[in-house]
């Protein structure tokens, strides 16, 4: 079995400053702790999960934000599909018109029965 060279196994060793956990990253972005983990699980956030807990590293979150579309910079919003373009909503018939009367037969009195 061949052995791997020393330099294929050197890694830049992660610190206690490199990793965060979510509630420091919820401080640190100064939002609350249930954004974060939603950002992160929906991939907003680079995080990583390892088991129940979720790990965020610094660099790779420095990074992301940086190339995060600014607020104040030109926005492109998509808008969501307009229900107006389709027209007014259709009424369905009723199954028992008798059973349950309409709008326009309870207006008018019913003279002859």
């Known amino acids: ?12 060793r992660l ?12 401080e640190l972005l100064h939002m609350p702790l249930s954004t974060v ?13 390892l088991g129940r ?4 590293l610094r660099d790779e979150l420095e990074l992301g934000l ?6 104040n910079g030109p926005q492109t919003h998509q808008q969501p ?8 909503p259709r009424r369905r018939p009723k199954r028992y018109p008798e059973a349950v009367p309409s709008r326009a037969q309870l207006a008018q009195p019913r003279l002859f029965r």
Do not use: C, N
């Open 1 to 12: 079995m061949a052995s791997l060279s020393p330099a294929a196994t050197t890694r830049p």
């Open 15 to 26: 610190t206690r400053d490199d990793i965060l956990d979510a509630h420091e990253v919820a």
């Open 37 to 49: 983990l939603d950002l992160a699980r929906r991939g907003v956030l680079p995080g990583h999960k």
């Open 53 to 56: 807990r979720w790990i965020f």
């Open 66 to 71: 940086r190339h995060a579309p600014s607020r």
């Open 81 to 88: 599909p307009a229900r107006e373009a389709a027209g007014p």
